[in-house]
C-alpha cells in the first residue's frame, strides 16, 4: 500500500449556525436571482462575463441546477423552489424519453439530482420511473470485458471504447440507487466493476490521477492513461482529483469496502497539498502558484463535498477525521470570503472556475456543478443530510 502524503493539520475553526446562516442567505440570494430567468430553461455550462445563458435540457450539466433547487427547497421550505425544480423534473421526463443527448455516462450528474432527489424527497412515482431509465441507459454502457463503464460516444466506436473517466465516479451512485428501488442487482455489480477499475487504474502510485484511462474490450488489459481536460497526460487535472476525492468516499457509503477510504484519503491528501495560500486549488494540479495561473473554484467545491464525506465516513477515533473536516471548512470559508459573484453584474454564486482549459472555454468563469456543489457543501455543515448520491 502506498504511505500517505503527510498533510500539514489546519486548526479547526467550524463556523456557528449564524456565520452558516449567514452564508447560506447569501447564496440563496443568488439563486433567488437566477428564478424569473430559469423557471422553464436551465443555465449553460459556464457562464461569459459572469452571465449564464438560458438553454434548453440538452447539456450534461443540466441537472446541477434543479440539484440547487432542491437544496435551496430543503434548506428553506420554500415553494417556489420545489416548484421550479418539479418543471425541471417534467423536463428531464421528456428528455429520457425523447433519447436527448443521453449517449453519455453523465446521466447521473443530469438524473441523481433532478429525478432522484425529487423522489428522495417527495415520493414522485415519475421521477422514480424517469431515474430508472436513466440508469437502465447507463448500464448499457457498462463493457463486461473491460468491466468499466465507456465514457462517451457510440459503444461500438473504437475511439470511445474501453474509454473511463474519473468523473464517473460521480456517476455511479445511479446505479446503486437502482438496485435498491429494484432490487435487481445487475446494477449495483456494474458499478462495484467499474469502481475497482477505477482504483486500480486511474489513480497513479503517488496518489495523482489520470483523467481518462483506456482498456482493451477484447481481453479486459489496461491500455493507457491521459487527459482530456488536464495540462498533460502526466499532470492531475484539479477536477478531476476532486471528482476523485468524493467519487471514492461514497464508494465506501455504498459498498462499505474500506479500501476505497484509503484510496479517497491519499487522493484527498495529495490534492490538499497542491494548494496555494487561499486554499483554492489551480486549474492542474501541476500549478501550485500564487500568481496568474488560472484557480478553478468549481474543483475547490466539489474537494470541500467530498472532504466532508470522507471525514463523516471516518471512525471517530481516527485523528485525521478532524483534519479533513477542518480543510473542508477552509476551503468553503476561502470560497465564501473570496470567490462568491457579486449581486450586481452577475447571475452564478462563484466565480473564477475553468470549464475546459485546452479548448479555452469557461476560464476565469462560474461553472453551474461549482455553484451546486458550494451550496451542498453549505448545507452539509449546516445541517444532518441525507445526500442526493446516498
Request: charged share 20%.
Amino acid at each position: 500500500m502506498i504511505a500517505y502524503e503527510p498533510l500539514p493539520a489546519r486548526p479547526l475553526e467550524r463556523p456557528g449556525h449564524a456565520g452558516l446562516d449567514a452564508r447560506i442567505a447569501a447564496a440563496l440570494a443568488r439563486v433567488d436571482r437566477m428564478l424569473p430567468q430559469f423557471g422553464d430553461y436551465f443555465p449553460a455550462p459556464a457562464s461569459e462575463s459572469g452571465i449564464y445563458a438560458p438553454i434548453d435540457n440538452v447539456e450534461w450539466t443540466n441537472g446541477f441546477w434543479t440539484g440547487m433547487l432542491w437544496l435551496a427547497w430543503q434548506l428553506t421550505g420554500e415553494e417556489r423552489y420545489r416548484a421550479v425544480a418539479e418543471r425541471n423534473n417534467q423536463s428531464f421526463a421528456t428528455r429520457i424519453d425523447r433519447r436527448i443527448n443521453v449517449d453519455h455516462h453523465d446521466l447521473a450528474f443530469l438524473y441523481t439530482l433532478s429525478v432522484c432527489a425529487g423522489h428522495q424527497l417527495t415520493g414522485d412515482t415519475l421521477a422514480r420511473s424517469s431515474g430508472l431509465e436513466a440508469a437502465r441507459l447507463l448500464l448499457k454502457r457498462f463493457d463486461p470485458v473491460a468491466k468499466v463503464i465507456q465514457a462517451w460516444g457510440d459503444m461500438n466506436d473504437p475511439k470511445q471504447r474501453g474509454r473511463m473517466i474519473i468523473d464517473c465516479n460521480l456517476n455511479v451512485p445511479l446505479l446503486y440507487w437502482a438496485t435498491r428501488e429494484t432490487g435487481n442487482k445487475d446494477f449495483a455489480a456494474a458499478a462495484d466493476q467499474h469502481l475497482t477499475q477505477a482504483a486500480r487504474l486511474l489513480v497513479r502510485p503517488d496518489a495523482s490521477t489520470f483523467h481518462t484511462f483506456y482498456v482493451d474490450t477484447r481481453t479486459g488489459k489496461p491500455r493507457h492513461g491521459s487527459t482530456h481536460q488536464g495540462h498533460s497526460d502526466d499532470s492531475s487535472w484539479a477536477r478531476g482529483q476532486a471528482w476523485g476525492i468524493y467519487g471514492f468516499a461514497l464508494a465506501w457509503r455504498h459498498t462499505a469496502d474500506s479500501a476505497y477510504l484509503d484510496v479517497a484519503a491519499r487522493i484527498a491528501n495529495h490534492f490538499l497539498n497542491r494548494l496555494p495560500s487561499d486554499g483554492i486549488c489551480c486549474w492542474d494540479l501541476i500549478f501550485t502558484d500564487e500568481g496568474e495561473t488560472p484557480r478553478d473554484s468549481s474543483a475547490a467545491a466539489i474537494a470541500a463535498c467530498g472532504l466532508l464525506e470522507l471525514s463523516q465516513a471516518l471512525p471517530l477515533s481516527d485523528a485525521m477525521r478532524e483534519t479533513y473536516e477542518a480543510w473542508a471548512v477552509a476551503i468553503v470559508k476561502a470560497l465564501g470570503d473570496h470567490y462568491l459573484a457579486p449581486v450586481e453584474g452577475s447571475n452564478a454564486l462563484l466565480l473564477h472556475a475553468v470549464y475546459h482549459m485546452p479548448n479555452k472555454a469557461g476560464v476565469d468563469e462560474a461553472c453551474i456543478w461549482g455553484d451546486y456543489f458550494y451550496l451542498e457543501a453549505l448545507m452539509r455543515l449546516r445541517h444532518p443530510w441525507r445526500p442526493y448520491w446516498a
